[in-house]
């Protein structure tokens, strides 16, 4: 398929006599893109179709083209490639995923990456007579003198041998070789790489040369000079009858694997190691017995055998490397042998091991995750231990209960299974299947490791006032609990600390929070409150995202930061943010659907991409003075708002920021025009109006919306924009759609810390106070009371020295029966 290119802009590190280039920009010439770096050219990409035969010119806009950069022609079918000369470089990955049926190499390439050719397919490729760095034969690319295999493109015979001359082997450069059965290897060959990354399934006999040196054969298998160490096993190869040699003493690091069918293993006894990997993901391994003289088994060594269902370890054994059996659900009965000192991280996780597991006496060390994700339902730990890591028992859904031989110098257990350090300041694992359904944490308890209660199933958990830290994924999948009151010592939330608890309803902070961390409580679908008591200053990546059921929720005074996602998808109804918060993430507010109002108190710069896009039910939207940008998609499909005000200070609306907003009709400017990005307005078909003496606006139309000029700015349109109303409404309209005209807001202002509040009254014993608005000159105040709203007077009604400047308060003496208080304005009269 073709690739329409529009502007470029290549970021890439590739290897020239000059450096490292960057972020280059481009320019096209047909379908070649490049860029020019210094006084000679790169070539980027190629944007054409499948051709029969392509050209790339020595030179563009006079200048030489020196390089094929990264990925250039990657995926690419070309019949013929003719390569310019004076090409001094192919790059990382050119002509990866590429069918070529014929291209040579110029005389001029000094340097070809090793995975120029990565997965890739060629026909006639040759290399320029004069070249003086690389050959090819037989379609293979060597470097001069054919002592190193570069690149192998695409597949050949069945049967291959390595040339005379050869010594060095990258084993990975034969992986694409699908239909290779039989390798041969010359005499001169003294080096071999790239074991761990060789996936070759279809070889089936390794030969190597009777005068080789360094390396030998028998019966199709690679081992050393002396046959002490197996190197290569072949996959198609069968154990069937095989005989290992008696010098054997090691198997070296991924023999093994992904070795399929090999069935059961009986491994010499003059066997003293295994590599790392050495049988991973066998398919087909059932039964292995491991040498008395094996003292370790290395990281990997049995990972992803799914079929292994019985081992038998050596008694001489002393450590279990890491994820040395992880992903093995077949091994479902587990006998460790008297003597193991170390169980490293992950090294038995994820076993399908049922009943209990008692830990030889032995046993030194439990790493991190050491048996993660098993199914044993209980554990015992005997005295020996000394130092268990981080969420041993993590994600073991059938445990019920860990018990701590009481001579543990280091660690102890309740009588409920819980797993603590001997102090009982950190509660380290509480069993994954444990359901007494209410858990009161020692008061003692400082902290809750990561990890340590993940997937509890209690509906009420205790939290002691002492606790300071929980970590990382600590209760996350506290699937019962419906109500969290954390504690005031506490002033960081980790990650993912309660993600997934679907059944939480309320959260309350009782301390002054320095941050929520990422995803701390993503997908708690069931959490409708939240509550700060002390105040939070950083709310992160994703941490309330998926909340489906939050809608009540108060942002306080010295919260600075909300991060990427952090509200996406929840149910507010309306949203207040202070004046302290300077930073919205990306997609903060996306898909809040039920979000009708937005209130920013000030402070606020910008308004990050995408920020509020599908709050489809979005009606109010007021912006604070200090707001300068506006970015890419914030309000994309927002399509019930039909006025904005937007501030004097904003200078720029990005592409797509009001995309889809249909009902948008009205949008007021009370500054000078800002930069209005591509399709920023998309869709919408509104009027603008502006203040008279405004610069950048065209007349009688921009941006293709026609322009309404209001005339001057009075105080009246100062007050009714500092309030969200659109400049040119009547005092006597009803703006909040609640069935009261505006004008006692505009003369009183009733609510001094929050305008627009309906009135509130503060009441005393005996009394009530009210706090007014009472500073313009043209209109006299008139403050009444009642018992029976038939009859009012200003008896009873006492006032005070104002709060601020400019305001009055009230007090109202009450008796047994209700009194009621209303407001009256008068124009002054001369």
Not at 56 to 80: H, Q, R
């Amino acid at each position: 398929m073709r690739k329409t290119p529009s502007k470029y802009t290549y970021g890439f590190a590739a290897l020239l006599h000059s450096g490292f280039l960057n972020s280059l920009d481009a320019e096209q010439f047909q379908d070649l893109v490049y860029s020019i770096v210094g006084e000679s050219v790169v070539i980027l990409d190629y944007v054409g179709p499948t051709t029969d035969g392509l050209i790339i010119p020595e030179s563009l806009d006079g200048k030489p083209v020196v390089e094929i950069g990264p990925n250039a022609f990657e995926s690419s079918t070309i019949t013929t490639l003719s390569l310019p000369e004076g090409l001094k470089v192919i790059s990382a990955s050119a002509f990866q995923f590429a069918h070529i049926e014929q291209m040579v190499i110029p005389a001029s390439v000094t340097y070809i990456d090793p995975t120029a050719f990565k997965n890739s397919s060629f026909g006639i490729t040759t290399v320029a007579e004069g070249n003086l760095n690389y050959a090819m034969v037989d379609g293979i690319l060597y470097d001069k003198d054919i002592t190193i295999l570069i690149t192998y493109p695409g597949p050949k015979s069945s049967s291959f041998e390595l040339p005379a001359t050869l010594v060095s082997l990258n084993m990975a450069e034969l992986s694409q070789l699908s239909n290779l059965r039989t390798l041969q290897i010359p005499a001169s060959l003294a080096e071999i790489e790239g074991l761990s990354n060789y996936f070759g399934r279809s070889l089936e006999t390794i030969e190597v040369d009777s005068d080789n040196s360094f390396f030998s054969s028998l019966d199709g298998v690679l081992y050393d000079k002396q046959q002490t160490q197996l190197i290569l096993w072949p996959k198609r190869k069968s154990l069937v009858n095989y005989t290992f040699p008696s010098t054997l003493s090691a198997i070296g690091d991924t023999a093994f694997m992904e070795v399929e069918g090999i069935g059961d293993i009986i491994l010499p006894d003059s066997i003293k190691s295994l590599g790392m990997a050495v049988f991973k993901n066998c398919r087909g391994l059932t039964r292995i017995s491991l040498p008395s003289d094996i003292l370790s088994i290395e990281e990997e060594a049995f990972h992803g055998c799914r079929d292994l269902v019985d081992i038998q370890f050596g008694s001489k054994l002393r450590s279990i490397g890491p994820y040395a059996f992880s992903g093995c659900p077949a091994l479902k009965t587990l006998v460790l042998p008297e003597g193991l000192e170390i169980i490293e991280d992950y090294g038995l996780s994820g076993l399908y091991v049922s009943g209990t597991l008692s830990l030889p006496g032995s046993v030194k060390f439990l790493g991190k995750g050491a048996f993660w994700s098993s199914l044993m339902e209980q554990v015992f730990i005997p005295a020996s231990v000394e130092e268990i890591g981080l969420h041993p028992f993590g994600v073991c859904t059938k445990l019920k209960g860990i018990t701590v031989d009481p001579q543990n110098p280091t660690y102890s257990s309740d009588s409920t299974g819980v797993l603590f350090d001997k102090q009982r300041t950190r509660l380290i694992a509480f069993p994954g299947d444990n359901r007494i359904g209410y858990y009161k944490i020692p008061d003692t308890v400082e902290r809750i490791e990561a990890y340590a209660m993940r997937g509890n199933f209690m509906h009420v958990i205790d939290i002691p006032s002492n606790l300071k830290f929980i970590e990382r994924s600590g209760m996350e999948q506290s699937y019962n609990l419906k109500k969290l009151v954390v504690p005031a010592n506490i002033s960081s939330i980790k990650i993912d600390s309660f993600r997934a608890s679907r059944a939480l309803e309320e959260v309350v902070f009782l301390g002054a929070i320095s941050d929520i961390q990422r995803h701390a409580f993503l997908d708690c679908e069931g959490l409708v409150r939240v509550e700060f008591r002390g105040g939070v200053v950083n709310i992160g990546e994703g941490a309330f995202q998926r909340c489906l059921s939050l809608s009540d929720i108060h942002f306080p005074e010295g919260l600075t930061e909300i991060g990427l996602r952090a509200f996406s998808s929840c149910r507010f109804a309306g949203i207040v943010f202070p004046a302290s918060l300077a930073k919205l993430g990306s997609y903060a507010f996306e898909n809040c659907t039920y979000l009708k109002e937005i209130h920013f108190l000030g402070g606020i710069t910008e308004i990050s991409d995408f920020c509020f896009t599908n709050c489809w039910r979005l009606i109010l939207l007021k912006f604070p003075d200090t707001l300068e940008v506006i970015q890419e998609g914030a309000f994309q499909d927002c399509g019930n708002i039909e006025e904005i005000i937007f501030p004097g200070r904003l200078s720029s609306i990005e592409a797509r920021a009001f995309e889809d907003c249909r009902d948008l009709k009205r949008l007021y400017f009370t500054g000078d025009a800002p930069l209005v990005g591509n399709d920023a307005f998309y869709q919408v078909l509104g009027t603008v109006y502006i203040f008279e003496d405004l610069e950048g606006f065209l007349l009688p139309a921009w941006n293709g919306f026609p322009v309404v000029i209001l005339g001057p700015r009075t105080k009246k349109s100062d007050w009714l924009i500092s309030n969200n109303i659109s400049p040119d409404f009547e005092l006597n309209g009803d703006s909040f759609v609640r069935g009261v005209a505006i004008f006692p807001f505009y003369a009183f202002n009733q609510n001094i810390d929050q305008p627009f509040q309906p009135p509130e009254i503060q009441v005393f014993p005996g009394s009530a106070s009210y706090t007014y608005f009472s500073g313009r000159e043209d209109v006299t105040y008139l403050v009444e009371m009642s018992f029976d709203l038939k009859y009012w007077t200003r008896f009873g009604v006492l006032l005070d020295a104002p709060p601020r400047e400019d305001y009055s308060r009230v007090y109202l003496r009450y008796g047994r029966d209700r009194n009621f208080i209303r407001f009256r304005v008068f124009p002054k009269t001369n």
